[in-house]
């Protein structure tokens, strides 16, 4: 279904094309209505720009999650990611949200991240939910890691998301496919 809040670019045409008419308009027949056209055409432009920084659709606030938690992996902080979970959190591994945090903790401690590149992202939608699959190249420091290696890990993770009666998005659960091009879980990566 189309959403246009998801779209304001075809507004944005549409004031563009408005603007473009009434200047043709002023010019060619009548300058007063050329004048109205040309105010409705910058009115329009405007109004797209606004319903696009006012509004943040499904896509983006999920994506405003991702982006949120990879910094904080990057920072070695597991505060920013709890505001992000949802209070139900569950995974293979970790039944609750704390738990999730807790190993998100250790891992911090040990492992230097530098930087996290996404190599693709693919999301569905469905309603209420949403899946993503975050394929990414993780670079480890081997000044901050305990394991002093260094180097440069593969990642892919599937991520629910789910929202809430307050409409907005939390990660619900989470799950490692597979950790440079091996099949993984959080069992393995417990290791």
Not at 23 to 37: A, C, F, Y
Not at 109 to 129: N, V
Request: aromatic share 12%; proline share 4%.
């Amino acid at each position: 279904m189309f959403n246009p809040l998801e779209t304001p670019w075809l507004l944005l045409i549409v004031g563009i094309l408005t603007l473009i008419i009434g200047t043709w308009v002023r010019d060619s027949l009548s300058p007063k209505i050329g004048l109205w056209l040309i105010l409705a055409g910058v009115f329009i432009a405007a109004a797209a720009f606004a319903i696009d920084y006012a509004f943040q659709t499904d896509y983006e606030q999920v994506r405003h999650l991702i982006d949120i938690c990879k910094k904080a992996a990057v920072a070695g902080d597991s505060r920013p990611i709890g505001p992000c979970i949802s209070e139900e959190y569950a995974d293979s591994v970790h039944p609750t949200k704390s738990a999730l945090l807790a190993y998100a903790d250790g891992i911090f401690k040990t492992a230097g991240i530098s930087k996290i590149h996404f190599r693709s992202m693919t999301f569905q939608f469905s309603g209420d939910s949403a899946h993503a699959d975050l394929n990414m190249a993780v670079f480890l420091d081997p000044k901050k890691s305990s394991v002093a290696m260094g180097g440069l890990l593969f990642v892919e993770i599937g991520v629910q998301f789910r929202k809430e009666n307050n409409n907005r998005w939390y990660i619900n659960s989470a799950e490692i496919e597979s950790v440079n091009n091996n099949y993984a879980n959080w069992n393995v990566a417990n290791r």
